[in-house]
Nanobody, 123 residues
């Protein structure tokens, strides 16, 4: 059974950095498209960064130049390096995965989701 576990969230001051990790178990990351989503209280879940299993990447406009998505297939782990954090980046960050080869921010595309890790950016 595919299982995703996120970690690395926390509280950081504006301008700081965090690196989120998402460990995939029950299968291997090299044949999964994966993505990071986030959701702030009262807001809809929005896509942040995505990578297909063919390594095509996409970023939401509001994180371009600040966030980097990457993965280590040997460790079955997806990462999100977040730099120059802003207060509006605060929220619960979720990792998602799907067997199909596509880079997308459509949340219904992804079959598997983690429980999330909280990111709080103080101004």
């Amino acid at each position: 059974q595919v299982h995703l576990v996120e970690s690395g969230g926390g509280t950081v001051q504006a301008g700081g950095s965090l690196r989120l990790s998402c460990v995939l178990s029950g299968t291997t990351t090299d044949r999964y498209s994966m993505a990071w989503f986030r959701q702030a209280p009262g807001n809809v879940r929005e896509g942040v960064a995505a990578v297909s299993w063919a390594d095509s990447e996409s970023y939401a406009d509001f994180v371009k130049g600040r966030f980097v998505i990457s993965r280590d297939n040997a460790k079955n782990t997806l990462y999100l390096q977040m730099n120059s954090l802003k207060s509006e980046d605060s929220g619960m960050y979720y990792c998602a995965a799907d067997r199909r080869n596509q880079v997308t921010f459509l949340s219904t595309f992804y079959d598997f989701w983690g429980q999330g890790t909280q990111v709080t950016v103080s101004s």
